[in-house]
């Protein structure tokens, strides 16, 4: 396997009033989709921030081969600013780096296009429907072509719908960048990280420590009705049952 | 239709107050200088319309100097100390003293300090000094009020300090600093005409010299014309802060 992109090892975070986290390895390569799935609490965003390079560990070593502003993030809520357009919003991490503005707002223009946005460049977050806003904080993090792209449970507030059509378009924009950017996915739907990532990753309830590790089968992008082939749902279940595994400790008195 | 609706019961109400009063004060026979019936009102604001008019503008005027006073001090020190945890920690309770002082006690120390030529000096001093903890408190919550996860992402693309504050805190602290500034008008009004009264020897001739000097020769409807305009004045700020409130923040 090539070097990878981003990596823990043996991580620890010392958390106020709970037992510490970790210690947590975890590799991420380049271009490839990883899925985190674990509990509420187990450590998912910490781990996320610690890949992004946002948070300092307690002990052990964070790998990152990237350069600053190489990096993506997408949070749970779109996280817009509200007083400022579309393409303003999009084109805030090129002027943050020192972009002109003008050439700033024409690629960030291009990305709303990418996801779907391109005729909503002057709207105001609180014009924008959910679905609409997660795709132009898509867009945001994608604006600078970053090697890896970090989504926290991006998705968890849509509609089901809006949700398939999102990680259909996730997955397009993946497949079609050039290099492609490694992707990890924090999510707690089992369905959601097999049908998007080439491996899932379980995270412990309490430590945060991957206790699984699985590659997904078939192709990606995912061909139409995979969702109704058994290998999906064997997966699935595999998955769903490292889940159970991996809470149990947390449901002894 | 609606707003004829929405107007009736407070316009209802407010002409059964006046007449009533108007009928108390005749039935009973009250002497004028007692309480005046509300048409006695309206001629002393006729009569002295042209005096209280320049007052009231006098009064705006320092209610104003003493906003714009506290905003660049209570701005720039709230901007100061944002920057660091104990900056904030050494600063609040000097803040806090500063508001739970009763601004008429201070205001005599003023006055000598100002210079007793320069009472106006004093009551925009002391008004600012009303108005400082609302704006320095609003803008202060403001700046730290930014969005956890949008400070991450400046954070992720390696912001200045310079970017930051421009970009993303100065903006979050908009609408803390307007809900500030509305709170601070209002006490500025206040802080001015506590202040004018306190020194009450005319050398401002602000409302408050109006009231005094009514009160001195007994002219009650005068008083009450006095009492009016502050309420209008009052009004008149509030509007003015709400306007550029709304047109700073068309979202």
Redesign the interface.
């Known amino acids: 396997m090539a070097d990878p992109i981003a990596a823990l090892r043996g991580v620890t975070v010392d958390l106020v009033g709970r037992a510490p986290l970790g210690p947590i390895d975890l590799n991420v390569a380049q271009g490839e989709i990883l899925a985190l799935v674990g509990a509420s609490g187990a450590g998912k965003s910490t781990t996320l921030r610690l890949l992004a390079g946002l948070q300092t560990p307690s002990a052990g070593d964070v790998i990152r081969a990237l350069g600053v502003g190489r990096t993506g993030f997408v949070f749970q809520s779109p996280t817009l600013m509200p007083w400022a357009e579309a393409v303003t919003n999009v084109a805030l991490p090129l002027e943050l780096a020192g972009m002109a503005r003008s050439q700033a707002r024409e690629r960030a223009a291009l990305a709303l296009s990418a996801v779907g946005l391109g005729d909503r460049p002057d709207a105001r977050p609180s014009q924008l429907s959910g679905g609409m806003a997660m795709r132009a904080a898509l867009a945001r993090a994608l604006v600078t072509a970053p090697d890896l792209l970090l989504l926290d449970e991006p998705f968890a507030a849509l509609d089901s719908v809006t949700r398939r059509r999102l990680i259909e378009d996730l997955h397009a924009l993946w497949a079609t960048a050039q290099p492609r950017p490694a992707m990890v996915f924090v999510t707690h739907d089992v369905e959601e990280a097999v049908y998007l990532a080439q491996r899932v990753v379980v995270l412990a309830a309490a430590t945060g420590r991957p206790v699984a590790d699985l590659a997904t089968p078939g192709p990606l992008p995912r061909p139409a009705r995979w969702r109704a082939e058994p290998a999906y749902r064997q997966t699935v279940e595999a998955i769903a049952d490292a889940l159970e595994a991996a809470m149990r400790p947390e449901a002894a008195p | 239709m609606r707003r004829l609706t929405e107007l009736a019961p407070p316009i209802g109400l407010a002409v059964l107050l006046l007449a009533g009063w108007e009928a108390a004060c005749r039935l009973l026979d009250l002497p004028v200088y007692f309480l005046p019936p509300p048409s006695a009102v309206a001629v002393a604001l006729v009569e002295a319309g042209p005096r209280l008019a320049a007052s009231a503008l006098v009064t705006f005027g320092m209610a104003v100097q003493a906003l714009v006073l506290a905003g660049l001090v209570g701005g720039g020190l709230a901007l100061a100390v944002s920057l660091h945890p104990a900056a904030e920690r050494a600063v609040r309770p000097l803040a806090v003293a500063l508001q739970v002082t009763p601004v008429v006690a201070v205001a005599p120390l003023v006055l000598i300090w100002a210079g007793l030529d320069h009472a106006d000096r004093a009551v925009v001093a002391l008004a600012a000094v009303v108005a400082f903890f609302p704006l320095f408190s609003g803008i202060l919550t403001g700046l730290k009020s930014a969005?956890p996860?949008?400070e991450?992402?400046?954070?992720?693309?390696?912001?200045t300090p310079l970017?930051r504050l421009w970009?993303?805190r100065l903006?979050s602290a908009?609408p803390f600093a307007l809900e500030g500034l509305r709170v601070a008008a209002g006490l500025a009004v206040i802080g001015a005409v506590v202040a004018e009264f306190v020194s009450g020897s005319g050398a401002t001739q602000g409302l408050a010299w109006r009231l005094l000097e009514a009160g001195n020769r007994l002219r009650t409807a005068e008083m009450l014309g006095g009492v009016l305009c502050l309420t209008l004045l009052g009004l008149v700020l509030n509007a003015v802060v709400g306007v550029i409130g709304r047109f700073l923040l068309r979202?």
């Open positions: 969005d996860d949008l991450r992402l400046f954070d992720l693309y390696g912001a970017q970009r993303l903006p908009l979202r």
